[in-house]
């Protein structure tokens, strides 16, 4: 019998393991969002103009790219937190924000006059953003680990990846809130490198605090 087949093996010996872990997943998520959600609020806050903002299918468009990789990376996540599962539909699903992402990308460089393309990539907040959105995924970041430590990933890199994919996602959502830079080029740029950070930070992470 191979390592492998041995844990497979241990794994559905233990069919009442599941819902628990969802369950503490998702309590231990919702926790590190309301904590991320009180910092927000403390240091930023909504942009003033976010009532009017919410017209513009390109400010939507940030939360539905943000939210949808959240969603994507936590279901990702929870069946890297079993030994033998596998990844099924969830391997796809943390394409769906990149590909709406992308989808905005095309409409913008179609509609927008190239003269504008560099300003808008560029915007006016791409330092607060950088620091922003991986300041918001900390609390997140440290509940998705506190969670998966009940789980018993057999890669921990890539689950701490997929967690601090997770964790950026909802970083970004509540940063997203506050920044006036609503062009797609500006979100594909600025929240992709700071998404990423905290992505290089889970799987760094990982194998330190997710070992079994």
Do not use: Q
Not at 88 to 105: E, K, M, N, Y
Request: glycine fraction near 12%; hydrophobic fraction near 60%.
């Amino acid at each position: 019998m191979t390592t492998e087949d041995l844990i497979r093996a241990l794994a559905s010996d233990r069919p009442g393991r599941l819902p628990p872990l969802n369950l503490g997943f998702a309590a231990a998520v919702a926790i590190g969002v309301v904590a991320a959600f009180v910092l927000f609020m403390g240091l930023l806050g909504p942009r003033p103009d976010i009532a009017t903002a919410v017209r513009d299918p390109r400010f939507v468009l940030k939360f539905a790219v943000t939210l949808a990789l959240a969603a994507g990376a936590a279901g990702l996540a929870l069946r890297l937190a079993r030994p033998g599962a596998p990844a099924g539909p969830w391997r796809f699903a943390v394409f769906v924000g990149p590909v709406l992402l992308g989808l905005g990308l095309v409409y913008e460089l179609a509609s927008a006059p190239g003269a504008e393309w560099g300003s808008r990539l560029v915007g006016r907040n791409a330092l607060l953003c950088l620091a922003s959105i991986p300041l918001f995924a900390a609390p997140v970041l440290a509940a998705a680990f506190a969670a998966l430590r009940r789980g018993a990933p057999t890669r921990p890199a890539l689950a701490g990846a997929v967690a601090g994919l997770l964790a950026g996602g909802f970083g970004a959502a509540l940063y997203a809130a506050h920044c006036t830079d609503d062009s797609p080029l500006f979100v594909a740029t600025w929240y992709g490198l700071a998404i990423a950070a905290v992505t290089l930070a889970g799987a760094a992470l990982g194998p330190r605090l997710l070992r079994w």
